[in-house]
């Protein structure tokens, strides 16, 4: 995955060899950051209190602290410890289940195989088959049982092996996990997690290629995150598990093997929250899970170029966190979205909607959307290549928009 | 038409009789044959003398084992005490008035939409609910009043729920078809058929989970699952008794088999009619009952219940019933044979119990009359109740989509939606 950012102090590409000093975050070296702004603003890759303050440029509004941590950093110099984006699930998942013990995990292959992608790998040999329960190939019927679970004491977490199974619980997620709290007057509630991964990976064909948020995003009462780092991965998992609420992970198939340092310390992020990934001037890039990371290289270019784009990763899919996507849009007046849902009906089409009815008049260019043509992904390379959003589109596209 | 489809005759051909327990409705359409049942084999029907009247014996089925008949209660010889009859009829009445009095309300536009009357299959519910806990799970379909009565909800505020008034079960969110207790731990309602089985799957395997891996001592909690004939061909259905048999689960699947899933007969829509046949193919014992006889309903519930509380796993009960009103109260019924339902009719299990009741000496005329008047008197209350209940607020509107209501958002302004004033007053944008 050449495609990934090197950044600093925050995702770190497994193949890096640069070993980047994160006691460095206000001044970075410009050695390790490989980009040279012309400019001279410092290219900061978190936002927070110290970093704002030694950064050259005037901001009107101090933009949210979107992480848990204030005034921190993901890392911090010496302390932390590098794992895998799987990894990062696992440990979050682990830590949830061995602080509560009502916390138990479903799904196809979790158990004795330890999951596809190996987020549950050794916890059934930890907590047992029933606290981590292989089921059978029924998943209407164990998302049900999720839910009967959770309504009656337990925290279940279920595991779709691939996103695209959930669309055969299509029908408890709909009418049971989001109505239920709601249709029963408040009586009973569905603390549950559903997660899997999705999105389109490498050449694995149209059916383990959906992108499911655009169909759960209607659902009332449920609430969708994606994660994009390990850091997110981790905090969002337990924020997702401490949730009342119905909550749908989504994970990229491709992202399970991004590597970062992240905290020893205990953190739960935000679910309602959006990530400022890289705050900017020119223009707003709201993205998510996997289109962060192509919108991160596309920023490369585009600093190069003389660009100064702000990227928020918005995490929440449903809600949108207005505030951050707000302040980000009065100070830039242009929005490009890039996403890998399909065009139509898709959490971009949403989001453009959110942001013209809200903030309107502080837009100078109407919004531009990017997101994966309205096709099943096909198997061959050159084509799925194509149906996903390229940075050089997402290059193109700001410097339309800046025009 | 499918060749077996010759065999099963519509209309019937059969005379109706008082309690023709002993007469098949169809030829190969085993009525209410059973026994005391046999749970080392997963299987079957069998045949119970009963202790009333004597029947004549009916056809054997020739499936598989012959079971043999065993003595039931040594000392009486009666099935119940006069204290449980008291308790059965009390019920059912209950249930039949409650449900007569909602075709009313509706009639007189108190209620809308779909309303879904139990009246005719009585028997299974208060011949099963009667034998659980208060902790134990009830799981139903839309034609749940009747459940929800049985499991202990006040009739007022079922029939509050029914009117849409603040004060019912579920603060008038839910309506006919999604009635909700968490105090008589009812977990629903629900409008899709098939949909709620995998819940009832769930709330077994949470007592499961709490007796083996929480250790919580005298976790034993029962679900059972309601669900009517149609569900049968449902996939959910099939796959909740894999689930549950695989993993012993404490639950048991009660078919209310009424033949008619709104106009389609259930041997029109169904390979193999006879569903309790489907329970040995997934691992479980699958009993098939007479559902218009609650104290047949009963023996078998009292055993389908404490195997499963023992933790032997769950079973499939088909009770073969008869719903008298059409499928909802917007069904004209005009497809189902009338001398079907005369017959039906004859086997009314109210009269049935009253007859038993009566012959048994466990109860006169006045008694069973004053019962029939508190239970009138009692809904006469809660339909004055329901009247006089105040309709949901518009702040009420967005209370309980989430249960956290940060799950709102945050709003432009930087403040979670949900503190925005107008949230509580049901007008914010959200």
């Known amino acids: 995955m050449a495609t990934l950012f090197q950044g600093v102090g925050a995702v770190t590409p497994f193949s890096a060899s640069s070993s980047l000093d994160s006691n460095k975050l206000l001044l970075p070296s410009r050695k390790s950051l490989s980009i040279s702004d012309s400019r001279g603003s410092i290219f900061v890759y978190r936002s927070d209190a110290l970093n704002l303050k030694a950064a050259t440029r005037k901001q009107d509004l101090l933009i949210p602290n979107a992480v848990a941590t204030k005034g921190e950093t ?80 337990l925290r279940p977490i279920v595991e779709g092996m691939n996103m695209g199974f959930l669309l055969l619980a299509f029908n408890q997620i709909s009418n049971n996990c989001g109505m239920l ?13 559903i997660r899997g991964p999705g999105g389109v990976g490498r050449q694995l064909g149209a059916e383990h290629s959906q992108r499911l948020e655009s169909y759960f995003q209607s659902i009332p009462g449920i609430q969708m995150v994606a994660c994009s780092t390990p850091y997110n991965a981790k905090g969002l998992m337990k924020a997702a598990i401490r949730s009342e609420n119905p909550v749908i992970l989504f994970e990229h198939v491709l992202l399970y093997n ?40 596309a920023a490369k270019t585009l600093v190069n170029k003389g660009y100064d784009p702000e990227v928020i990763d918005i995490r929440s899919l449903k809600p949108f966190d207005l505030y951050t996507i707000g302040c980000s849009v009065k100070k830039t007046h242009r929005v490009l979205i890039v996403e890998e849902c399909m065009r139509t009906g898709g959490i971009g089409a949403s989001l453009t909607a959110a942001i013209t009815e809200n903030f309107h008049d502080y ?40 025009q | 038409m499918s060749l077996s489809a010759t065999k099963f005759v519509h209309p019937i051909t059969t005379p109706p009789s008082t309690r023709s327990s002993d007469k098949p409705l169809f030829s190969t359409f085993f009525g209410s044959n059973h026994t005391k049942l046999r749970f080392n084999k997963p299987i079957v029907a069998a045949q119970r003398r009963s202790s009333s009247a004597a029947s004549t014996s009916s056809p054997v089925v020739a499936v598989s084992d012959v079971v043999k008949e065993k003595k039931l209660k040594s000392a009486s010889n009666l099935l119940i005490t006069k204290e449980e009859g008291l308790v059965l009829y009390e019920d059912m009445i209950l249930g039949r008035f409650f449900e007569d009095m909602c075709a009313q309300m509706y009639y007189r536009g108190k209620m809308f939409g779909f309303v879904h009357l139990y009246n ?39 029939m509050s729920e029914l009117f849409g008034k603040a004060t019912g079960c579920c603060r008038g969110q839910g309506g006919s078809m999604h009635m909700f207790s968490k105090q008589f731990n009812l977990l629903g309602g629900f409008a899709f058929i098939g949909e709620g089985i995998p819940v009832a799957t769930g709330a077994a395997f949470s007592s499961k989970y709490r007796r083996e891996v929480l250790k919580e001592p005298g976790a034993d909690e029962v679900t059972l699952a309601f669900f009517g004939d149609g569900t049968c061909n449902n996939g959910q259905f099939y796959e909740c008794l894999n689930m549950a048999a695989l993993w012993k689960l404490p639950i048991v699947f009660v078919v209310e088999n009424n033949l008619w899933a709104i106009g389609m007969s259930h ?164």
């Open chain 1, 74 to 153: 993901s890392t911090s110099a010496k302390s932390g410890h590098e794992l895998l984006l799987f990894e990062a699930l696992r440990e979050g998942l682990e830590e949830e289940m061995e602080r509560d013990p009502r916390v138990c995990v479903m799904g196809e292959d979790v158990g004795h195989y330890g999951g596809s992608y190996k987020v549950t790998k050794g916890l059934a040999e930890k907590y047992g088959d029933l606290r981590v329960l292989d089921t059978p190939i029924a998943e209407n019927s164990f998302t049900g049982m999720g839910i009967g679970a959770a309504m009656t004491g």
């Open chain 1, 181 to 193: 709290h709601y249709t029963s007057g408040g009586q009973f509630t569905i603390p549950i997690v």
């Open chain 1, 258 to 297: 991004l590597k970062e340092r992240i905290p020893d310390e205990e953190y739960v992020l935000s679910l309602e929250e959006a990530e400022m990934v890289r705050p900017g001037e020119h223009v707003t890039i709201l993205t998510y899970s996997r289109m962060r990371y192509h919108v991160m290289q």
């Open chain 1, 363 to 402: 837009l100078d260019a109407p919004i531009v959307c990017l997101s994966s043509q309205d096709v099943p992904t096909p198997y061959a390379g050159t084509l799925e290549e194509w149906t996903v959003v390229q940075p050089a589109q997402i290059v193109s596209a700001v410097e339309q928009l800046c």
């Open chain 2, 120 to 158: 005719g299959q009585e028997a299974v519910s208060t011949g099963f609910i009667k034998f659980l806990k208060k902790e134990d799970y009830v799981v139903s379909t839309y034609r749940d009043h009747v459940h929800a009565l049985s499991k202990g909800v006040p009739a007022r505020e079922v």
């Open chain 2, 267 to 430: 041997l029109r829509a169904t390979s193999d009619p006879q569903i309790w046949k489907k329970g040995p193919a997934f691992g479980m014992p699958g009993i098939h009952v007479d559902g218009m006889d609650v104290l047949k309903v009963r023996e078998v519930a009292k055993e389908a219940i404490e195997r499963a509380r023992r933790g032997e796993g769950p079973t499939l009960v088909e009770c073969e019933t008869y719903r008298f009103r059409g499928h909802s109260l917007a069904d004209p019924d005009e497809l189902r044979d009338p001398a079907e339902k005369a017959h039906y009719a004859g086997r009314d299990p109210i009269t049935a119990l009253k007859k038993y009741l009566f012959d048994n000496k466990l109860a006169s005329e006045q008694e069973l009359k004053a019962i029939d008047k508190k239970i009138e008197e009692l809904l006469d209350d809660a339909v004055e109740f329901a009247d006089e209940s105040p309709l949901p607020p518009r702040s009420q509107l967005l209370e309980n989509v989430f249960a956290d209501p940060k799950g709102f958002g945050i709003g432009p302004d930087g403040k979670y939606r949900c503190e925005d004033p107008k949230f509580t007053q049901g007008t914010a944008h959200v």
